[in-house]
């Protein structure tokens, strides 16, 4: 509820299942779910309404093809990749109830516009966090992260950066360890190197005052859950445009105010993942929705393989792999790989990856957007049919009234 952005859409916070439980007789005809969350799924009991479940992300992981997901009435995913990942897990989900309509959210995320133009080609590091499930195929962060970084820093003519997934080490303490010792070495590598700074930050300190009072003034720093609903039930009219404003201008300004040179080790909710997609020539990271969300872009990637698992059995256990550059743990192919980054006719994986996005986030036509309204609507239509179907079988069950008797025809008792 806290990290919801600013909207023009109503917030409302439903802090009990008793108090989620009375939407059976609001006007809501449709949930899309993007988790399957234990508090959440109690809705589901609830019959006017119908449910999807459109997930916070795709790829290969088992996360991606649940089980639960055939508790919902539709299940909606990105692309025939999607939908093939379920057929293939056999988890019970009807592909009837499978509805492609691409990755809307994706709309930020800038296409491909050749090889790096300046100094330096900057390349995106953004290993995934270790999982619950043990699997050493994860996160690259514990077996191939240091050799992946010490790889990328030692091209003078990259600038990296780094952003693990903040859950990183929560898990394993490995993957933490590991991490510190990445922004370690990324601390050093920027002491060794020199050059021109830019002016002074006032832009940005301006665009961020900004910002944070289109985003966050409206809260106490202690505001609750309920506050904060019943704050955001009403939003101001034209703030998620002004706030999509303001984050374009501080996107500006944080990138203006750094170094061209220097690497960064990104932790902070600003600048987000997509505006580091945005800036990077390069992705290197792990089976991930990170990969299939940067496939949009059409830009090259690479993928870190600490599954154990040979190159080709790899690709085959997991699609998204299948237009990367596969480095093993230690990173020998990163020379290769930047050097087809620089000179695109190297680059020998151009097409497989435009395949590849068309099988993971589908068409460019009709756009995402488009697909998804129509989805919605196609719910909420079939939301309405099945309550006037339920009324008129409820209507049918219940006998008729008796019509009151009128008096006059009432024969009055005779006295005995």
Not at 247 to 254: G, I, S
Not at 287 to 313: H, I, M, R
């Amino acid at each position: 509820m806290q990290k919801i952005a600013a909207t023009d859409v109503p917030i409302i916070c439903l802090p009990k299942v008793t108090t989620l439980m009375r939407l059976e007789h609001s006007t809501l005809q449709v949930l899309i779910h993007p988790s399957n969350s234990g508090k959440t799924s109690q809705v589901l009991r609830i019959p006017t309404l119908k449910h999807t479940f459109v997930n916070h992300g795709e790829s290969d992981k088992l996360s991606s093809c649940n089980p639960y997901a055939k508790a919902y009435d539709e299940v909606w995913v990105a692309g025939p990749a999607a939908r093939e990942r379920y057929a293939l897990a056999e988890v019970g989900v009807d592909d009837r109830e499978v509805r492609e309509i691409g990755r809307p959210q994706l709309e930020a995320v800038r296409p491909y516009a050749g090889p790096p133009k300046g100094t330096y080609a900057t390349v995106l590091y953004a290993p995934t966090w270790e999982g619950w499930d043990g699997n050493p195929g994860n996160t690259s962060v514990i077996e191939a992260g240091e050799n992946l970084v010490r790889a990328l820093l030692a091209d003078p003519g990259v600038r990296l950066l780094y952003k693990p997934h903040p859950l990183t080490g929560s898990v394993d303490p490995r993957a933490g360890a590991a991490d510190l010792r990445i922004r370690e070495l990324i601390r050093a590598a920027n002491r060794a190197r020199s050059g021109p700074r830019p002016a002074s930050g006032g832009e940005l300190a301006r665009c961020t005052e900004e910002l944070d009072r289109l985003t966050t003034a409206d809260f106490r720093t202690s505001a609750d859950s309920v506050e904060r609903m019943l704050l955001q039930s009403a939003p101001p009219r034209g703030r998620a445009r002004a706030v999509e404003r303001a984050t374009a201008a501080w996107e500006a300004a944080y990138w203006a105010s750094l170094p061209e040179w220097e690497h960064q080790v990104v932790t902070g909710v600003r600048p987000a993942l997509y505006a580091c997609f945005n800036r990077a020539d390069l992705l290197v990271s792990d089976v991930s929705s990170v990969v299939s969300d940067f496939l949009a872009s059409g830009k090259p990637y690479a993928v870190a393989n600490t599954s154990g698992l040979g190159e080709d059995a790899f690709r085959e256990a997991f699609p998204t792999v299948r237009a990367a550059t596969v480095l093993t743990p230690d990173a020998a192919g990163v020379p290769g790989l930047l050097d087809a980054v620089r000179h695109p006719e190297k680059d020998e994986l151009a097409e497989a990856r435009a395949e590849l996005k068309r099988h993971l986030l589908g068409p460019d036509e009709p756009s995402s957007q488009e697909r998804f309204n129509a989805a919605a609507q196609a719910l909420c239509s079939a939301a309405r049919e099945h309550r006037v179907r339920m009324a008129e079988r409820l209507a049918a069950e219940i006998p008729a009234p008796r019509p009151a008797e009128d008096p006059a025809d009432v024969t009055p008792p005779q006295p005995a």
